[in-house]
């Protein structure tokens, strides 16, 4: 059995833990406790917002949630004998949804996706989808449904949403910097081009006053992937993963959080995963000097596992870069091609009964897959999306009688 490092109480909030966790990037973080890198380790982690969405039939915690307190980490861990310009060799060697057993906190046997309102962080088809709704997973060992979105059954890829390294002083300040220049190019712009720190509901582990005063002041929010890691989403580091993230501080301070049962490529609703409550067991090696070494300076490197759901049927969407509501070239747009190849994929799947809500939360958390197919060919970017056909219960693909429509429900929606 892994020693418990960082453990965690599901029926209350991380402020409440005997050891809280934190919710912002800042050197000054005080450690929650040091590893050897010869030890199995085993981490604890709490649902992303801290318990704030429930396992129930309306989408109004969605809309209301307050993202002040996200992403709740475990951590920060000094490992011992890391230090900056190391590179850090993270082995996920095993994760899981929560195991306590009572089942109302998320992570106990279920889990949830959310389409967030476009007045509250969005989504990446806000603009399509500017409410709030949700869908409620079951878990069933590997596998997963929802009573909000019939006829589909997947193999989850476990894996954590969000890790990384504490940033040093100086990069920490290159963040905030860079990213305010980004807000100041459209101060009003909602969703934000980008969030600045925030002092409400900061929450800096076992920081005293001061400490804590000044994390939130200047912490960075877990919200983008960085340097260092961060809010990655890489569905592929599931179990079996080896991660290199660059050290930036004495002891690294490695934190964790934002486990997710499934997700596609993409994160496409931003609550796009499955979110659960769950652990994490890791074990971490050192590599002396290895950002110079290898050239690992920017992001983290990583093996994947030979772990993944075995689908081999596909259904493939593709989009360009065009604005297809007034027909706008854009130049080489491989976010808005991505977006199309989404877009083309939920009017498919509309055909066959499912509400453009649903479609999107299929999407956001089955096992898709999403590619780059070109990027040169002027003016247009071609994205494609790979759904896997064999997670429905009835046959998806084009031909003989054409689509079946059925009456598929709706998945929760805010009163
Ligand atoms: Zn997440």
Request: net charge negative; proline share 7%.
């Amino acid at each position: 059995m892994p020693e418990v490092v960082f453990s965690v109480d599901h029926d209350k909030s991380m402020r409440d833990q005997a050891v809280p966790g934190h919710n912002r990037w800042h050197p000054d973080i005080p450690s929650a406790a040091t590893i050897k890198p010869e030890n199995l380790v085993r981490i604890e982690s709490k649902e992303w917002t801290d318990g704030q969405i429930g396992n129930n039939d309306s989408a109004n915690d969605v809309r209301d949630v307050d993202l002040d307190h996200n992403h709740m980490l475990s951590g920060p861990f000094d490992i011992e004998g890391a230090a900056p310009g190391d590179l850090l060799v993270v082995d996920i060697v095993d994760l899981g949804p929560a195991t306590q057993t009572k089942g109302d906190n998320c992570g106990e046997g279920w889990g949830y996706s959310g389409i967030f309102a476009k007045v509250n962080g969005g989504g990446f088809l806000t603009d399509y989808f500017p409410d709030a709704y949700k869908a409620v997973w079951d878990f069933r060992g590997q596998e997963c449904t929802s009573r909000h979105i019939p006829g589909v059954r997947y193999t989850g890829i476990q894996h954590p949403g969000l890790a990384g390294t504490a940033p040093s002083p100086e990069l920490l300040s290159r963040w905030n910097k860079r990213e305010q220049a980004l807000v100041d190019t459209d101060p009003e712009r909602v969703p934000p081009l980008a969030i600045p720190p925030t002092v409400a509901s900061a929450l800096a582990g076992t920081a005293d006053t001061e400490i804590a005063a000044r994390v939130a002041q200047e912490g960075a929010r877990t919200v983008p992937p960085r340097e260092h890691g961060g809010n990655m989403d890489v569905m592929n580091l599931t179990r079996g993963s080896r991660v290199y993230y660059p050290v930036y501080v004495d002891g690294a301070k490695y934190s964790v959080g934002d486990l997710h049962f499934s997700q596609g490529d993409g994160e496409i609703n931003f609550c796009g995963a499955i979110e659960m409550g769950g652990f994490i067991d890791l074990h971490f090696e050192v590599i002396k000097g290895g950002m110079e070494t290898y050239g690992v300076t920017h992001n983290p490197i990583f093996q994947p596992s030979r772990v993944e759901p075995t689908y081999s049927e596909w259904l493939t969407f593709t989009g360009i870069s065009v604005d297809h509501r007034d027909d706008t070239n854009l130049y080489m747009d491989a976010t808005e091609a991505y977006r199309n190849a989404c877009l083309n994929a939920i009017e498919y799947l509309k055909k066959w009964g499912y509400t453009g809500e649903q479609a999107y939360l299929i999407l956001g958390t089955a096992p898709i897959q999403g590619r780059l197919s070109s990027v040169v060919d002027i003016p247009n970017a071609c994205c494609s999306l790979f759904l896997p056909t064999e997670i429905f219960d009835f046959d998806i693909r084009p031909g003989g009688d054409g689509p079946v429509k059925t009456d598929r429900g709706q998945v929760a929606v805010t009163s």
